[in-house]
């Protein structure tokens, strides 16, 4: 099973501050692969990108993936009130797909 | 696009359950679906998908043999057999599309494994 490892575990920022997510592989994911979610208290997960780098329909440009092999990073450009939430890195190398624990973004 | 999950509540271990997802505005023929839970006030964890026909489906390790990933195209749906329920399987359960990069979900029901 690979096992991904989000960091940090928690993030306080400001709105307008840059954020950086991180998320990490046990075993190599190639080039493609990988997405991130976004999900807010009692609501179901929203996909934001897909296969490391492709934002998903309407979602902001103010979020953007990158990476490859097993380090990959989730970036928000500039924090808006609306993008505190918890979000989750998914891999579907393997026939066991996985998710990372998740990462808390808090208002500080 | 709309998914609806039924089937969940409360059983007690050792039990049975079935959930169904309901798809409309949706076809769902042509796609992957994917059953993906969520214990209370913890991650996401990918618990079985199928492909479009039906007969590729696949399983976390921790529910292959107790759980069962079913669909019926014709009926716009997808459903999910699940027996021999631990304290471990509470969770909510959701309805999502494609194997990977989810990018519709249901709203989720609750499965309470508990005596």
């Known amino acids: 099973e690979i096992v991904l490892t989000q960091s940090p575990g928690t993030l306080s920022l400001s709105p307008g501050e840059r954020a950086t997510l991180s998320c990490r592989a046990s075993q190599n994911l190639g080039g493609s692969s990988l997405a991130w979610y976004q999900q807010k208290p009692g609501q179901a997960p929203r996909l934001l990108v897909y296969?490391?780098?492709s934002r998903y329909t309407g979602i902001p440009d103010r979020f953007s993936g990158s990476g490859s092999g097993t380090d990959f990073t989730l970036t928000i450009s500039r924090l808006e009130p609306e993008d505190f939430a918890v979000y989750f890195c998914?891999?579907?190398?393997?026939?066991?797909?996985?998710f990372g624990q998740g990462t808390r973004l808090e208002i500080k | 696009v709309q998914l609806v999950e039924s089937g969940g509540g409360l059983v007690q271990p050792g039990g049975s359950l079935r959930l169904s997802c309901a798809a409309s505005?949706?076809?769902?023929?042509?796609?992957?679906m994917t059953w993906v839970r969520q214990a209370p006030g913890k991650g996401l964890e990918w618990v079985a998908s199928?492909?479009?026909?039906?007969?590729?489906?696949q399983y976390v390790d921790s529910v292959k043999g107790r759980f069962i990933v079913s669909r019926d195209n014709g009926k716009n749906s997808l459903f999910l057999q699940m027996s021999t329920l631990r304290a471990e399987d509470t969770a909510v359960y959701y309805c999502?599309?494609?194997?990977?990069?989810?990018?519709?979900w249901g709203q989720g029901t609750l499965v309470t494994v508990s005596s």
């Open positions: 296969n490391i780098s």
């Open positions: 199928i492909n479009d026909i039906g007969s590729q489906k």
């Open positions: 505005r949706f076809a769902i023929g042509n796609y992957w």
């Open positions: 999502v599309t494609g194997r990977y990069s989810h990018g519709y």
């Open positions: 998914q891999q579907c190398v393997s026939s066991a797909i996985t």
